[in-house]
């Protein structure tokens, strides 16, 4: 093989590395997002739950009494 082909086949072979990165790096950054709209929507959740429970003991509707 001459060097140019050696040349062409290194850089096919870095490009294929590059968009193996690209997609391993897309998928982990997509998990990570995911998990954390996760956690903050749970949070959310809890919090609102906490406010209408607060608002209806106020009013004086106690559902757990």
Known sequence: MSSIE???FIIIILQILIVA????YGTYLSWIIEIHFKFLNDRSDLAHKH?????????????EA
Do not use: P, S
């Open 51 to 63: 406010t209408v429970r607060v608002m209806k003991i106020l009013h004086g509707i106690d559902d």
């Open 6 to 8: 050696v040349f062409i």
């Open 21 to 24: 990165l690209v997609l391993l």
